[in-house]
Nanobody, 123 residues
Framework: QVQLVESGGGSVQAGGSLTLSCAAS?????MGWFRQAPGKEREGVAM???????SYADSVKGRFTCSRDPAKGQVYLQMNNLKPDDTAMYYC????????????????????WGQGTQVTVSS
């Protein structure tokens, strides 16, 4: 059982930055970040694998960066130039296996999930 705890959410103005952290009891092969806004489906934001492959949703490319520090048991999501459309609950997810690039943002590929951290971006 992998335990994931997100932190670092908050309220910022458009154009601002936040760094989300995910404290993991184990950094598994594939780690992902998802988000869900009220009334919308959960969507993938970023994925990072142990082979250093990364994948980003088109809506965040160039603005978000995912990284990990296995020694500290942490996965990070650096978010720059935030927009009101980025407002959502952000979740860290974990898969013990290799999530293919074609399924990077399929929630069913991930076995473990954190409780989420809220990000609110005002215009």
């Amino acid at each position: 059982q992998v335990q994931l705890v997100e932190s670092g959410g908050g309220s910022v103005q458009a154009g601002g930055s936040l760094t989300l952290s995910c404290a993991a009891s184990e950094i598994t092969y594939s780690m992902g970040w998802f988000r869900q806004a009220p009334g919308k489906e959960r969507e993938g934001v970023a994925m990072l694998r142990a082979d250093d492959y990364t994948s980003y949703a088109d809506s965040v490319k160039g603005r978000f960066t995912c990284s990990r520090d296995p020694a500290k048991g942490q996965v990070y999501l650096q978010m720059n130039n935030l927009k009101p459309d980025d407002t959502a609950m952000y979740y860290c997810a974990s898969s013990s296996g290799e999530v293919s690039r074609f399924r990077s943002f399929n929630p069913r590929m991930y076995e473990y999930w954190g409780q989420g951290t809220q990000v609110t971006v005002s215009s």
